[in-house]
């Protein structure tokens, strides 16, 4: 009876092995060992696009920031990220915290937020270096706390030139934001 178990645990075995082969279907090779070891590495960043994780980030401010901070804090990471979709986004979780360009440095004061280093991306020949957070409701904080350093002023995050943050407002508060609406409306 031992034997006969044993048998057909091996034959089912390599039956699936032989059908993986048919398909070609490779397991273990060099390539999923980096793709697995990337996603290990990088798991915060490739639910940076999910719907409920950055709900659930606008959710994790609630006792932190008002209702209306949260709406800036939405509306600018909309505007700055295409809707949570750009590459620059998807790989820092910033709205874009530029914290150098061509390596030289902007005087961010990010001390108290746990940073995982930064991401390089070049744009018209310049290399812009962002700072790369943990996780998202720790860089949905990090601006949040921004807009009240600055009173309130969500303009701010994009230019210091009054007439480019009139500009830069108007377009934000056409911004809808859905999902803060949601969360106050729970």
Known sequence: ?????????ALLV????????RRKITIFTNSLKNKTMDFLRTQPYLKAQDPDYIEFSLNSLKGK?????I???ERIYREETGHFTSGQYVK?????????????????????YP???SVDFTVGGKVYNYAAFKSLPDAMEFLGDYILRHNGNE???????IEAQNSYRSRLLKII???TNKIFSL
């Open 65 to 69: 920031f008002s209702r209306e901070t």
């Open 115 to 117: 940073l995982v280093g």
């Open 71 to 73: 709406e800036k804090i």
């Open 14 to 21: 390599v039956g699936v092995f032989i059908l993986l082969k």
């Open 1 to 9: 009876m031992y034997n006969s178990k044993l048998l057909i645990s």
């Open 155 to 161: 303009a701010r995050w994009f230019s210091t030139d």
């Open 92 to 112: 820092s979780l910033t709205p874009g915290l530029v914290i150098s360009i061509d390596g030289k440095k902007l005087g961010w004061n990010l001390s108290k």
């Open 177 to 179: 934001p859905r999902l």
